[in-house]
């Protein structure tokens, strides 16, 4: 209105504003404020892309190395409205065990060990491998692959076993989810079996089973390699009755 008084007028702006009585300040065009929250959330989601496990911390140190002078309370309030703030990990309840019985089994038969061995196809579907074996023949009794394996399906492998095999007096174990939950507790009181769990980070307490699953066996075969002919399975580092472990490393002649 004012613009257009002093048009029709031909007068000056600050004598129509000393009559109407309008500061001047408010004619004059103001100059536009940057969109600052605009240009701290386009930061915060380039550093958000680069770096996905950066917090806030690190996301306002590296603002103020790049020589942004802006408010930490201003910096988190857009931080927090973008939702980039993360979830504070919940830790897992550490397992506590007694040092269990490592003593092996004196008689076939007597105690199983148990292990979960993973490993990534081709197609690069994790599969799991299921080992059992007999702690005093080190004979292998069962291994199963499949993509994954529930509480109610080693159960139902560990009863087909029972059947085939007799019952062990005890089966050794990690703490995985499948071997401590309900499902195998049930299992172990109905048929009287002790479930003996290692404690946490010692897998050397069920150490037969681990050296199990440190490498494929390999059946020896005299024709496929003629310069071990001559050597024994039953010989100290051999490995288990019936298996060679001389023969993994000449195993791809």
């Known amino acids: ?26 004619v004059y065009a103001k100059p536009k404020r940057v969109n600052v929250d605009q240009l701290i959330s386009e930061q915060l989601m380039t550093l958000s892309v ?36 993360l979830r ?9 065990r007694d040092n269990p019985n490592t003593l092996a089994a004196s008689k076939v038969g007597q105690g ?22 007999d702690e005093y ?5 069962l291994v199963v692959a499949q993509g994954s394996f529930k509480a109610k399906k080693l159960v139902a492998y560990l009863e087909q076993m029972v059947v085939a095999h007799g019952k062990p007096e005890y089966i050794r174990c990690d703490n995985g989810p499948e071997l ?8 172990g009181l109905k048929h009287g079996i002790e479930i003996r769990y290692t404690q946490p980070g010692k897998p050397m ?14 059946r020896y075969d005299p024709n496929r390699v003629p310069e071990l002919a001559g050597f024994s399975n039953h010989q100290p580092g051999s490995g288990s009755v019936g298996w060679c472990g001389a023969a993994r490393a000449v195993a791809t002649i």
């Open 88 to 96: 504070a990990p919940v830790k897992r309840k550490k397992i506590k």
């Open 50 to 85: 680069k770096y996905l496990n950066w917090g806030f911390a690190l996301m306002f140190g590296w603002l103020r190395l790049a020589g942004h002078q802006w408010n930490h309370k201003r910096v988190y309030r857009v931080y927090k409205s973008l939702k980039l703030n």
């Open 180 to 187: 401590i939950s309900a499902t195998m507790v049930k299992f």
């Open 137 to 141: 023949s080190r004979k292998c009794l």
């Open 205 to 218: 307490q069920n150490g037969l089973v681990e050296r199990l699953n440190a490498g494929p066996p390999v």
């Open 112 to 133: 199983w060990s148990l292990d979960f061995l993973s490993d990534e196809v081709v197609a690069e579907k994790k599969t799991r491998i299921l080992d059992v074996l």
């Open 1 to 26: 209105m004012i613009h257009t008084i002093v048009e029709q007028q031909q007068t000056s702006l600050r004598r129509v504003c000393r009559v109407v009585g309008q500061r001047r300040a408010t």
